[in-house]
Structure formats: structure tokens, C-alpha cells
């Protein structure tokens, strides 16, 4: 990670001009920089995903990413989308495996499924990026690849992400990076835990099952060191709970019944019949 940031400054932000005729997006004031409806948001020539856990691995990540500060529908996750950062070049793009911006809405201008993030026009940076290796994206994932003049940079660390995570999920090896003075500085991650203190939530690596795969997982976890449910298992810790509930209601009231016989036959042998009033 030790490819050095381009020299690049955020530009001003721009005066709001007359409406373009660049899409749906008629519901407030239109900008001079390009949306998302005008960049690209996928290209059919490139290979598709690697394997079946670059779909489920995002999808962990986002059922269990709970902000404690941050409303739920003020939090955006993206897979394999395509994320602009430079207005200047507004055709270059990094399409993390997953990543998450906080602050921002869950839907573009709250009205629509984003087709990309383009930070110039959402003013908020991802706050976290994930990269899930593989053998064709290992070493630009790494950032140890070079690029062409005038092509889309390799390495993460132009979009400037405060954390950066990779994972292997063949070794296991989780490997967190954090940006310092404009450079990534890897963690030390020996414990396979990793805190976000400015987020109030951790990333580590899990193992258990997953829509049916026993696997290595990255999964958030809270303050208190415990892995974030996912909704279907928050649902199914609530069903066992009401069921423990009843459970013991049943073995109260049977209890109760059984103490209540017992008396009744100690009356009948001292000669009371506890059925009369």
C-alpha cells in the first residue's frame, strides 16, 4: 500500500444550475457535475463475480452493519458498484467488493436504487471498503499494480476510504489498513478483530453458517465483543425466546396444578371434601 496519492484537490462546491436532462432525478435542484445517471455503472466485457461467496459475503456485511449513532436509512452499502471520485476525471472509478458510506441516504435524493456512487454530487466518502481476493484482483487489490496514463487508478487509496479491509477467505487471513496523513498503515489484526472507534463497531472474522455455508466469515460485532444477528437470526432469537416464554408458562401452570391436587387429596384424607363450598 504504498503507492503515493495523486495530486488532487476537492474541488469548490459548485453553484446549482438550470436542470439537465440527465435522468429521473426531477425532484430538486440539478447540478453541472455528472450523476449517477450519466456515469457508467457496470461493463458487460468484464468477468463476472469470482465465486458464489463475492455475492454472500457483501450480503453478511450489510445484514449485520448496525451504526449506533447513525439512522438505518441514513446508511448506503454498495457491492461490486461502481464508485467515481474524481470530477476532474469523471471517468475514473473503483468498484469495491463491498463497502458503506454513512450519512447519506439509502436511496438516491430518497427516491431511487443507486446505479453508482459518485462522490462529488453525494458529498460523503465511504467510510469503509472491503476487498474479498482473488487470484485476478489480488495484486490491484493490494494496490501493487501500475496504470496507464489517463486510466482509472489501481490502488484503493485514491478514494481515500479511512479503512480499508481484505480478506482471503481461503487462508482466512483478515488484513485492515487505516488511513494516516494520506498513506495506509496496516493494523495489527492478530486477534481477528479490528474496532472502528469512530463508528462505534468492530469487523472481525466469524466462522459459522450462512444461508448453508459452514464458512469463514467477515461479520460486525457490538461494544460488548458479540456478533451482530442478521435479521432472520434476530427473528429466530425472538420465536425461541417467545417459545422459552410459553415453556415456562406451560411448566408454572402445571405447577401450580399439581400443587393444588396434592392439597385436594391431603383434605379428602382428613375427611374434607374440597370440592364442597
Same mark, same amino acid.
Given at each position: 500500500m504504498?503507492?503515493?496519492?495523486?495530486?488532487?484537490?476537492?474541488?469548490?462546491?459548485?453553484?446549482?444550475?438550470?436542470p439537465?436532462?440527465?435522468?429521473?432525478?426531477?425532484?430538486?435542484p440539478?447540478?453541472?457535475?455528472?450523476?449517477?445517471?450519466?456515469?457508467?455503472?457496470?461493463?458487460?466485457?468484464?468477468?463476472?463475480?469470482?465465486?458464489?461467496?463475492?455475492?454472500?459475503?457483501?450480503?453478511?456485511l450489510?445484514?449485520?452493519?448496525?451504526?449506533p449513532?447513525?439512522?438505518?436509512?441514513?446508511?448506503?452499502?454498495?457491492s461490486?458498484?461502481?464508485?467515481?471520485?474524481?470530477?476532474?476525471?469523471?471517468?475514473?472509478?473503483?468498484?469495491?467488493d463491498w463497502?458503506?458510506?454513512?450519512?447519506?441516504?439509502?436511496?438516491?435524493?430518497g427516491?431511487?436504487?443507486r446505479?453508482?456512487?459518485?462522490?462529488?454530487?453525494?458529498?460523503v466518502?465511504p467510510?469503509?471498503?472491503?476487498?474479498?481476493l482473488?487470484?485476478?484482483?489480488?495484486?490491484?487489490?493490494?494496490?501493487e499494480? !501500475?496504470?496507464? #496514463?489517463? +486510466?482509472?487508478?489501481?490502488?484503493? /487509496?485514491?478514494? *481515500? =476510504?479511512?479503512?480499508?479491509?481484505?480478506?482471503?477467505?481461503?487462508?482466512?487471513?483478515f488484513?485492515?489498513?487505516?488511513?494516516?496523513?494520506?498513506?495506509?498503515?496496516?493494523?495489527?489484526?492478530?486477534?481477528?478483530?479490528f474496532?472502528?472507534?469512530?463508528?462505534?463497531i468492530?469487523?472481525?472474522?466469524?466462522?459459522?453458517?450462512?444461508?448453508?455455508?459452514?464458512?469463514?466469515?467477515?461479520?460486525?460485532?457490538?461494544?460488548?465483543? !458479540?456478533?451482530? #444477528?442478521? +435479521?432472520?437470526?434476530?427473528?429466530? /432469537?425472538?420465536? *425461541? =425466546?417467545?417459545?422459552?416464554?410459553?415453556e415456562?408458562?406451560?411448566?408454572?401452570?402445571?405447577?401450580?396444578?399439581?400443587?393444588?391436587?396434592?392439597?385436594?387429596?391431603?383434605?379428602r384424607?382428613?375427611?374434607i371434601?374440597?370440592?364442597?363450598?
Amino acid at each position: 500500500m504504498t503507492t503515493a496519492r495523486p495530486s488532487y484537490e476537492q474541488p469548490p462546491t459548485l453553484a446549482v444550475t438550470s436542470p439537465q436532462n440527465t435522468g429521473p432525478r426531477n425532484n430538486g435542484p440539478q447540478k453541472e457535475w455528472p450523476t449517477m445517471y450519466d456515469l457508467p455503472s457496470e461493463y458487460p466485457e468484464e468477468d463476472g463475480l469470482p465465486d458464489k461467496f463475492h455475492n454472500l459475503q457483501p450480503e453478511l456485511l450489510s445484514d449485520t452493519l448496525r451504526l449506533p449513532t447513525v439512522a438505518e436509512d441514513q446508511i448506503f452499502t454498495g457491492s461490486d458498484l461502481n464508485v467515481y471520485y474524481d470530477r476532474s476525471h469523471p471517468n475514473w472509478h473503483k468498484r469495491p467488493d463491498w463497502f458503506a458510506v454513512a450519512g447519506v441516504p439509502r436511496l438516491y435524493d430518497g427516491t431511487d436504487l443507486r446505479l453508482s456512487y459518485v462522490v462529488w454530487d453525494e458529498q460523503v466518502v465511504p467510510f469503509i471498503a472491503v476487498e474479498l481476493l482473488s487470484p485476478k484482483t489480488a495484486k490491484s487489490d493490494l494496490g501493487e499494480t !501500475e496504470r496507464e #496514463p489517463d +486510466e482509472t487508478p489501481t490502488n484503493e /487509496q485514491i478514494l *481515500q =476510504v479511512p479503512t480499508y479491509v481484505i480478506f482471503n477467505r481461503i487462508d482466512h487471513r483478515f488484513r485492515v489498513f487505516t488511513l494516516v496523513n494520506g498513506s495506509y498503515q496496516e493494523q495489527d489484526v492478530s486477534s481477528g478483530r479490528f474496532w472502528l472507534d469512530d463508528m462505534g463497531i468492530g469487523l472481525g472474522v466469524w466462522q459459522g453458517e450462512f444461508k448453508g455455508y459452514p464458512l469463514h466469515w467477515l461479520r460486525w460485532y457490538d461494544v460488548n465483543g !458479540e456478533w451482530i #444477528p442478521t +435479521e432472520a437470526e434476530a427473528e429466530r /432469537q425472538q420465536r *425461541q =425466546v417467545a417459545e422459552q416464554i410459553a415453556e415456562q408458562e406451560r411448566s408454572r401452570a402445571e405447577q401450580e396444578r399439581s400443587r393444588a391436587e396434592r392439597l385436594a387429596e391431603k383434605l379428602r384424607v382428613l375427611g374434607i371434601n374440597p370440592d364442597e363450598e
